[in-house]
Protein backbone atom coordinates (compact mmCIF):
# COMPACT_ATOMS: atom_id res chain seq x y z
CA UNK A 1 0.00 0.00 0.00
CA UNK A 2 2.45 2.58 -0.87
CA UNK A 3 2.63 5.27 -3.93
CA UNK A 4 -0.34 6.02 -2.89
CA UNK A 5 -2.15 8.73 -5.29
CA UNK A 6 -4.41 11.55 -3.40
CA UNK A 7 -7.90 10.19 -4.27
CA UNK A 8 -6.66 6.90 -2.86
CA UNK A 9 -5.66 8.88 0.34
CA UNK A 10 -8.45 10.85 0.69
CA UNK A 11 -10.82 7.38 0.46
CA UNK A 12 -8.25 6.32 3.32
CA UNK A 13 -8.09 9.27 5.68
CA UNK A 14 -12.01 10.23 5.11
CA UNK A 15 -10.50 13.45 3.80
CA UNK A 16 -11.23 15.81 1.66
CA UNK A 17 -8.47 15.99 -1.76
CA UNK A 18 -8.69 19.80 -1.53
CA UNK A 19 -8.44 19.53 1.84
CA UNK A 20 -5.58 17.28 1.55
CA UNK A 21 -4.11 20.27 -0.54
CA UNK A 22 -4.40 22.58 2.23
CA UNK A 23 -3.25 20.44 4.67
CA UNK A 24 0.18 20.39 2.78
CA UNK A 25 0.10 24.35 2.50
CA UNK A 26 -0.30 24.93 5.92
CA UNK A 27 2.78 22.23 7.18
CA UNK A 28 0.86 20.15 8.86
CA UNK A 29 1.68 17.21 6.14
CA UNK A 30 4.67 17.32 4.42
CA UNK A 31 4.81 17.38 0.83
CA UNK A 32 4.93 13.87 -1.10
CA UNK A 33 7.35 12.92 -3.54
CA UNK A 34 6.26 13.27 -6.97
CA UNK A 35 5.77 10.47 -10.11
CA UNK A 36 7.44 10.68 -13.40
CA UNK A 37 3.83 12.46 -14.38
CA UNK A 38 3.88 14.57 -11.35
CA UNK A 39 1.66 12.71 -9.20
CA UNK A 40 1.54 13.15 -5.65
CA UNK A 41 2.42 10.03 -4.61
CA UNK A 42 1.94 9.31 -0.59
CA UNK A 43 2.66 6.15 1.97
CA UNK A 44 0.80 4.81 4.82
CA UNK A 45 2.45 7.05 7.32
CA UNK A 46 0.40 10.19 5.64
CA UNK A 47 -3.03 8.08 6.13
CA UNK A 48 -1.97 7.86 10.01
CA UNK A 49 -1.10 11.42 9.89
CA UNK A 50 -4.16 12.23 7.63
CA UNK A 51 -6.68 10.61 10.22
CA UNK A 52 -4.68 12.09 13.21
CA UNK A 53 -5.83 15.17 12.25
CA UNK A 54 -9.18 14.54 10.87
CA UNK A 55 -9.90 13.14 14.42
CA UNK A 56 -7.93 16.12 16.50
CA UNK A 57 -10.46 18.91 14.23
CA UNK A 58 -13.36 16.31 15.19
CA UNK A 59 -12.41 16.92 18.84
CA UNK A 60 -12.31 20.98 18.18
CA UNK A 61 -8.75 21.57 17.68
CA UNK A 62 -7.33 24.36 15.70
CA UNK A 63 -4.44 23.71 13.23
CA UNK A 64 -2.14 25.42 15.30
CA UNK A 65 -2.79 22.94 18.34
CA UNK A 66 -2.72 20.05 15.86
CA UNK A 67 0.43 21.14 14.34
CA UNK A 68 1.90 21.25 17.63
CA UNK A 69 0.50 17.80 18.58
CA UNK A 70 1.60 16.46 15.43
CA UNK A 71 5.53 17.94 16.59
CA UNK A 72 4.68 15.70 19.51
CA UNK A 73 3.79 13.32 18.22
CA UNK A 74 6.95 13.08 16.17
CA UNK A 75 9.52 12.80 19.48
CA UNK A 76 7.97 9.65 21.17
CA UNK A 77 10.72 10.53 24.09
CA UNK A 78 9.26 13.79 24.73
CA UNK A 79 7.05 14.18 27.44
CA UNK A 80 3.22 13.87 27.59
CA UNK A 81 2.84 17.39 30.14
CA UNK A 82 2.67 19.66 26.87
CA UNK A 83 0.14 17.31 24.70
CA UNK A 84 -1.63 17.32 28.58
CA UNK A 85 -1.82 21.44 27.95
CA UNK A 86 -2.93 21.69 24.70
CA UNK A 87 -5.74 19.39 25.55
CA UNK A 88 -6.79 21.48 28.73
CA UNK A 89 -6.81 24.39 26.73
CA UNK A 90 -9.04 22.59 23.86
CA UNK A 91 -11.48 21.41 27.28
CA UNK A 92 -11.75 24.54 28.74
CA UNK A 93 -13.06 25.96 25.03
CA UNK A 94 -15.21 23.31 24.92
CA UNK A 95 -16.52 23.88 28.28
CA UNK A 96 -16.82 28.02 27.85
CA UNK A 97 -18.77 27.37 24.76
CA UNK A 98 -21.38 24.54 26.13
CA UNK A 99 -22.06 27.41 29.07
CA UNK A 100 -22.59 29.74 25.81
CA UNK A 101 -25.08 27.45 24.27
CA UNK A 102 -26.91 26.23 27.74
CA UNK A 103 -27.26 30.21 28.08
CA UNK A 104 -28.38 30.32 24.59
CA UNK A 105 -30.70 27.43 25.26
CA UNK A 106 -32.47 29.36 28.30
CA UNK A 107 -33.21 32.46 26.76
CA UNK A 108 -34.65 30.41 23.42
CA UNK A 109 -36.65 28.86 25.95
CA UNK A 110 -37.85 31.49 27.60
CA UNK A 111 -38.62 33.07 24.65
CA UNK A 112 -40.44 30.33 22.93
CA UNK A 113 -42.89 29.62 26.19
CA UNK A 114 -44.85 32.95 25.26
CA UNK A 115 -48.12 31.90 25.48
CA UNK A 116 -49.38 35.14 23.94
CA UNK A 117 -51.88 34.52 20.74
CA UNK A 118 -50.79 37.25 18.57
CA UNK A 119 -47.38 39.19 16.98
CA UNK A 120 -48.27 42.23 18.80
CA UNK A 121 -48.01 40.39 22.47
CA UNK A 122 -45.42 37.87 21.08
CA UNK A 123 -42.52 37.63 23.57
CA UNK A 124 -40.82 35.87 20.94
CA UNK A 125 -40.15 39.32 18.41
CA UNK A 126 -40.18 41.54 21.07
CA UNK A 127 -36.63 39.80 22.45
CA UNK A 128 -35.52 40.04 18.93
CA UNK A 129 -36.38 43.70 18.85
CA UNK A 130 -35.09 44.91 21.68
CA UNK A 131 -32.10 42.46 23.18
CA UNK A 132 -32.36 44.47 26.77
CA UNK A 133 -35.90 42.45 26.94
CA UNK A 134 -33.43 39.21 27.23
CA UNK A 135 -32.79 37.59 30.73
CA UNK A 136 -29.01 37.75 29.96
CA UNK A 137 -26.01 37.46 27.58
CA UNK A 138 -26.48 34.68 25.30
CA UNK A 139 -24.09 34.87 22.24
CA UNK A 140 -23.29 31.72 20.55
Excluded: W
Amino acid sequence: MSDLTIGDVARESGIKINTIRFYEDRGLLPAPPRSAGNRRLYDPAAVARLRFIRHARELGFGLPAIADLLRLAGHPEAPCAAADAIARTQLAEVEARIRSLSALRAELQRMADCGAHSAADCRVLESLGDHSLCAGPHES
